[in-house]
């Protein structure tokens, strides 16, 4: 079966007598169970629910692992994967981070006494020269958010492998549909669903999917154990955006290529950030290990005014943190999504105030395109030609 298939083809609802086509939604604490002595396939949901078991099945299918586990944010995924780790270890992490995750590695595993670095994962070697003795983990996106950087997940997992270390990718930019790094030799690959995957904007969610049985067990310990796993009527939204995300990826992607062509002919536009726009070799990587270049595109203008005037003059990209919605968003990542790096965390990566991230959705393609016109007209009237100056210098 091919991706967009299995997406609406699947066991609904286990053992169900009626059959239903959609997933019920098991909204309970608490299974009652045969005997005191004999306990059955579910007993309390913290540990175990039928809504969540599909969903997670669903999952493992769709990311090519064996198994799927769904918690109730991104940073709750990625948190119980570092419990993987003991005091003393170190995790290596390409420094084009998203916030979140870099606030996780840099402020709260310290004080257990986990150790992180951070280094271009774009360049094998600085980042091979920063694995070290104690590194347990190397965690990486691919593409990068926001400068859509291409990590060649091929080396990294060789490099991981030969040093001992565990790899993770996060996949959210990408989602399943497009990328697998589990194929490519990843151990562990972790989503923020509450991007792509979910695609409404009405779930925050997150997964961890894997395919070694030792690190499923250790896990499964975790989501029992710590209690962040995602809620029933979460679980069945999830599974329900799901269900459209061939769709909403083709739709969004073929717009996002469109928006790019339209993007690099514009002359507000300095540099275009997309994997297909990118140099050839990125690009060649990005194409041998993913099947297109997915639907956010972020660009840079001569000045932080500028972006910030073509922003705020939006009407249909609506300024919001967070991308992968059917409803197409905008954002300045340097003062938003990145703004939760913390203080003192020097990173290599220099993510400039004039970067402007957009996330395509499903709207109307040339609607999308008029909005940003119309934008950058509007930002060009209210920009005094002393800020529009350096533009000459544009090559
Ligand atoms: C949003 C995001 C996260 C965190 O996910 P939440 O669901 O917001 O907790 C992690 N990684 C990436 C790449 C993200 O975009």
Do not use: W
Request: net charge neutral; glycine share 8%.
């Amino acid at each position: 079966m091919k991706a967009s298939t299995r997406l609406v083809h699947f066991d609904a609802c286990p053992n169900d007598p009626y059959r239903p086509v959609a997933t019920p939604i098991y909204q309970t604490a608490t299974f009652e169970q045969e005997s005191a002595m004999e306990f059955g396939r579910y007993d309390y949901s913290r540990s175990g629910n039928p809504t969540r078991t599909v969903l997670e099945t669903q999952l493992a299918v769709m990311e090519k692992g064996t198994r799927a586990f769904c918690f109730a944010s991104g940073m709750a995924a990625i948190t119980a994967v570092t419990r993987l780790l003991r005091p003393g270890d170190e995790i290596l992490a390409c420094d084009d981070l998203y916030g979140g995750t870099c606030r996780l590695f840099s402020r709260i595993l310290s004080h257990g006494g986990i150790g992180v670095r951070y280094a271009d994962g774009s360049n094998l070697k600085t980042f091979r020269s920063e694995i070290g003795p104690r590194t347990r983990l190397i965690y990486i996106e691919t593409p990068t958010n926001p400068l859509l950087r291409v990590i060649d997940i091929r080396p990294v997992a060789d490099l991981a492998l030969r040093s001992g270390a565990l790899l993770c990718v996060d996949n959210s930019m990408m989602s399943p549909y497009l990328q697998n790094p589990l194929d490519l030799g990843a151990d562990i690959v972790v989503h923020s669903g509450t991007k792509f995957l979910c695609g409404h904007s009405d779930v925050t969610a997150g997964i961890v999917v894997v395919r070694d049985r030792g690190i499923a067990d250790a896990i499964y310990l975790v989501q029992n154990g710590e209690g962040a796993a995602l809620g029933p009527f979460d679980s069945y939204l999830l599974l329900r955006g799901m269900k459209t995300l061939a769709i909403r990826i083709e739709r969004q992607q073929t717009s996002a290529q469109r928006i790019a062509a339209f993007l690099s002919e514009h002359p507000l536009v300095t540099r275009i950030h997309y994997p297909v726009c990118a140099d050839q070799r990125s690009s060649k990587i990005h194409s041998s290990q993913a099947r297109g270049a997915g639907a956010v595109v972020s660009f840079e203008t001569a000045s932080a005014d500028i972006s910030r005037r073509v922003v705020e003059s939006m009407r249909l990209f609506g300024i919001t943190v967070s991308f992968g919605s059917v409803t197409s968003s905008v954002g300045i990542p340097a003062r938003m999504s990145h703004a939760s790096i913390p203080h003192g965390v020097r990173l290599s990566v220099n993510v400039p105030e004039t970067l402007v991230r957009l996330s395509v959705g499903i709207e109307d393609a040339d609607d999308l395109i008029a909005d940003l016109s119309a934008a950058f007209d509007s930002a060009a009237r209210h920009t005094s030609c002393a800020s529009l100056a350096p533009m000459a210098a544009r090559s």
